[in-house]
């Protein structure tokens, strides 16, 4: 009899064919940490199932009939004993997910169909090495859990693409990008004329400073922790960069992955790698960014499955929500992610209620799975206490102190309480200003008391299509250094935003938040540090955010202790301070302990795993024409995963208690049942160009400002 294990009209695929492609595609991607018997395994046993004379009744004569084939290779795993254990949760997941445990053991118990025909085409393979060294690790469950969750990516992935093959006859259309070796090259092509600058008594010779010394140490380090510690406007993009390209070389790595909070920087740092790299080079893989089905991009569509590409950029959110996910669809891609150099762009923003298990994650992808990490930042976290005692980083930044006196400029200045129509006298002096505010409704009040000619809005509450259009007009403003540029934000413009003030007004937050806000004066050391003004200042009578009220507290101890809050001392001891008063919280949903005594719940953790954990609601706002079709697609044709990519441009986010009173009052109202919390802005006028939606709904309820 000939076992089929998927057809197309008259093509068929043999079991055994699809059984070793997916096998030795699993191996290929398991070798990359050097478990290609493992990997390999994971595919010859997947679909043993099929064998069973009622699942191929169901292919050869395409039938309706739900015949479970994925229980077969778990209890053929189980029946073999031994390494081949570890297999169960991996093969008995490949199309629902990594399951938790009860479950895990309800399929170990399931009857299911005869499919013993298996062992006249195949042999079940050897297992001999070790899954990991158990002296590397402190926790051998988690660690466990951990090489699961890379063999099912594994296995997921190879299983894809041998079925998308078939499917389409070879013709994927997929393509992988250069190696590294171009890249480095392409890359030194751009910066060999800057590293020709050595006069450190100027901004660009400091930058070709850092930037060598990155490209050194990227060649001679050894795998393991980075931090690339650089004052703000130092060039750390580029730096990193060189570092990553050099170290990959060296290794022999396969990816670079840039690990980003905000997608306004994302969108910014992949522009400069494609230019430097070219667009084929270069993955943006975040909500903000639609590659669409047309033959240009379909390999970009493709390669954001399963990060397939030499550079990737994500965000913090899509990396570790990927990593602790359980469904295919967000795992493919967790192999690609061994062998790669991972930087973590705005390093202190590290998920705090999830730190200890994002670290012990980090962790295993150091010790077992041949990544190297970078710490990117001008605010370095204290993390050294998370890692094992024996995990040093190496600093690729040269003389720390020199370069952060070096590329002071600015005067911090502690303004205390004020009134709030103090503020706006305040600021209504001046020319050239940024003032950033804890919350959207807070910038929105003062953005009234200002508007005029010159004057400028940014926060969430604007779409992101319509955040850059205002960005764009800013820039543009502040080419011209005799008009007047004031720009009231919130916290989004603090890192990676390259706008140039002459002061800077910040509602106290946490030290890291005001130092970034600080990198938007006196960018570039045009004018001197002490006319440079950064007022830190708190508004009367305005209660802080429950969740920000930690952080406020730590900075205004602190101001009271240093004399300078930028000072490194003052950073790690801030970090040191946050991470102490949180230490119960730092794993706020006991991630680690659901990983025990091979009793896992992976479908449990995928779900409890919330970077962003604040409960919002996403509404399109139908104003510009794109957006108004899509609005008609959603109700008359329904949901499409293209069609949602493209919304997320005119979409806001929106907090529980705002829009309850929105949505009681008629001003929005779901789009379509099938699609969960999403929803439509029915009365626009409350979406204006120059603030996005109107925040300002009378509740009768004591809003946080």
Not at 78 to 86: A, H, M, R, S, V
Not at 363 to 380: K, P, W
Not at 422 to 451: F, G, H, P
Request: with cysteine.
């Amino acid at each position: 009899m000939e076992y089929i294990a998927h057809k197309d009209g008259d093509r068929k695929q043999k079991l055994i064919d699809h059984l070793k492609g997916t096998a030795e595609l699993a191996g290929k991607f398991a070798d990359s940490f050097g478990k290609y018997e493992w990997g390999y395994c994971c595919g010859m046993l997947h679909d043993i199932g099929k064998y069973s004379s009622e699942f191929q009744n169901k292919i050869i004569n395409d039938t309706n009939d739900r015949v479970d084939h994925a229980t077969a290779g778990l209890q053929l795993c189980d029946k073999c004993g031994g390494y081949y254990t570890i297999l169960d949760y991996v093969i008995a997941g490949h199309h629902i997910g990594l399951m938790d445990y009860y479950k895990l053991e309800e399929r170990q118990k399931k009857k299911i169909c005869n499919y013993q025909a298996y062992s006249k085409e195949i042999d079940v393979p050897e297992l001999k090495s070790d899954p990991f060294s158990t002296d590397k690790t402190k926790n051998p469950d988690f660690s466990m859990s951990i090489f699961m969750r890379m063999l099912y990516s594994c296995l997921v992935d190879a299983d894809f693409l041998d079925t998308e093959n078939f499917m389409k006859n070879a013709d994927t259309n997929r393509r992988s990008g250069e190696s590294m070796d171009v890249l480095l090259s392409k890359l030194k092509g751009k910066i060999n004329s800057w590293l020709e600058n050595i006069d450190i008594d100027s901004i660009n010779g400091r930058r070709s400073l850092i930037l060598k010394s990155c490209m050194e140490k990227g060649e001679k380090s050894e795998r393991g922790l980075f931090h690339l510690t650089v004052p703000t406007g130092g060039g750390k993009t580029i730096a990193s960069l060189a570092f990553a390209l050099n170290h990959a070389v060296k290794h022999g790595m396969d990816h670079i992955i840039y690990v980003i909070p905000y997608t306004s920087i994302i969108e910014q740092n992949a522009e400069v790698f494609r230019e430097i790299m070219g667009d084929d080079n270069v993955l943006e893989n975040h909500c903000n960014v639609d590659y669409g089905d047309s033959e240009e991009l379909k390999p970009m569509q493709l390669a954001s499955e399963n990060w397939d590409k030499p550079v990737i950029v994500t965000t913090n959110v899509q990396f570790f929500e990927s990593l602790f996910g359980n469904k295919s669809s967000k795992c493919r891609k967790n192999h690609n992610i061994a062998n790669s150099v991972v930087i973590f762009d705005e390093a202190q923003m590290l998920p705090l209620n999830y730190l200890k298990p994002c670290i012990a994650m980090l962790e295993d992808l150091m010790n077992f799975y041949g990544t190297s990490i970078v710490l990117c930042t001008a605010t370095q976290p204290a993390l050294e206490r998370f890692f094992s005692k024996d995990r040093h980083y190496v600093e690729l930044c040269p003389d720390l102190k020199t370069q952060f006196e070096f590329f002071k400029r600015v005067t911090y200045e502690n303004i205390g309480s004020i009134a709030f129509e103090n503020l706006i006298a305040r600021l209504k002096a001046e020319k050239r200003t940024l003032c950033i505010v804890n919350t959207k409704k807070c910038a929105q009040k003062i953005y009234k008391e200002l508007e005029g000619e010159g004057v400028y809005h940014l926060s969430t509450s604007m779409y992101p299509k319509h955040r850059k259009q205002i960005l764009k007009q800013i820039k543009n403003r502040m080419y011209d250094k005799n008009m007047s540029c004031v720009l009231i934000s919130t916290s989004l413009v603090e890192a990676g935003v390259d706008l140039n003030f002459d002061t800077v007004y910040r509602q106290i937050a946490g030290v890291d938040s005001v130092i970034q806000a600080a990198g938007r004066c006196n960018r570039e050391g045009e004018n001197g540090a002490e006319e440079s003004k950064v007022a830190i200042f708190d508004l009367e009578g305005v209660k802080a955010v429950p969740s920000q009220s930690l952080n406020i507290s730590i900075t205004r101890s602190l101001l009271q202790e240093y004399e300078d809050i930028s000072d490194l001392k003052c950073i790690t001891e801030y970090f040191r301070r946050l991470y102490n008063f949180r230490e119960s919280s730092l794993d706020k949903k006991n991630i680690i302990g659901e990983f025990f005594d091979w009793k896992y719940n992976f479908d449990k953790v995928a779900k409890e795993i919330r970077l962003i954990e604040e409960e919002t609601r996403v509404v399109l706002v139908p104003i510009e024409p794109e957006a108004k079709i899509l609005l008609d697609e959603f109700k008359n044709q329904g949901y499409s995963k293209i069609g949602m990519r493209k919304a997320s441009q005119y979409c806001v986010q929106i907090y529980d208690n705002i829009f309850n009173i929105m949505h009681d009052a008629g001003m929005i109202r779901e789009i379509s049942p099938e699609i969960d919390n999403f929803y439509e802005l029915v009365d626009t006028e409350l979406y204006t160009n120059d603030m996005g939606l109107n925040l300002s709904v009378d509740s009768g309820m004591d809003l946080y400002l």
